[in-house]
């Protein structure tokens, strides 16, 4: 079966939203942005870092692999998908059936200054006394688990919006 929609993973600032915002635009207009952050904070109705703060991580986790599933059933999409959906398989699971995965890439410095223009409050797994340290621990970690997922790669350090939404069109081939 022809696969329809598009499943943008990869670590966190390494661009899935910006980018999956104008591949959206760029493709046509049936094709609806969505990220998976966002609809657990609706399902929550509180924020990522208020989940993180007053439920934990294992609650957010769980309620990441419910936000998949849903995900799963939507038709024509553009997911952008929190940088931990890898650490559970299902989520894969629910989602390879009818999406391109996409792992999008970055150096840890250039990670840490786009989350830096952001402000770390918003991740909280990166408000730590030194965020450097965290996203290498965390990039050592979760390497193999984005390797293992992904269809296409594509390195965004150093490249324009444009260029790297260009390279996922023609690498997909839509
Ligand atoms: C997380 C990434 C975040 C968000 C949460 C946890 C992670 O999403 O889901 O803070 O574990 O890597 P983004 O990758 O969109 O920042």
Redo the contacts with the bound molecule.
């Keep these: 079966m022809e696969k329809h929609s598009i499943a943008l993973i990869?670590?966190?600032?390494?661009g899935?939203?910006v980018v999956g915002k104008n591949l959206a635009n760029q493709l046509d207009k049936d094709y609806k942005f969505i990220?998976?952050?966002e609809i657990?904070e609706e399902m929550a109705g509180k924020s990522?870092?208020e989940i993180?703060k007053e439920d934990g991580?294992i609650r957010?986790r769980e309620l990441?692999i419910a936000a998949c599933k849903k995900v799963s059933q939507l038709k024509n999409v553009i997911v952008?998908?929190?940088?931990?959906?890898v650490?559970n398989k299902i989520n894969i699971d629910y989602i390879k059936r009818d999406f391109h995965i996409v792992l999008l890439t970055a150096t840890p410095e250039e990670i840490l200054k786009r989350?830096m223009k952001e402000g770390e409050k918003?991740?909280?797994?990166?408000d730590k006394p030194d965020p450097m340290e965290e996203i290498k621990i965390?990039l050592k970690f979760?390497s193999s688990f984005y390797g293992a997922h992904a269809v296409f790669t594509v390195d965004t350090t150093g490249k324009s919006i444009d260029e790297i939404v260009s390279e996922i069109i023609i690498k997909i081939g839509i």
């Excluded at 990869?10 to 390494?14: A, C, K, Q, S, W």
């Excluded at 952008?80 to 959906?85: D, E, I, K, N, P």
């Excluded at 918003?122 to 990166?126: D, Y």
């Design positions: 990869g670590f966190m600032g390494t899935k939203t990220e998976t952050d657990i990522i870092p993180f991580e957010f990441e952008s998908c929190g940088g931990g959906v650490l989350i918003k991740r909280p797994l990166l965390l979760r």
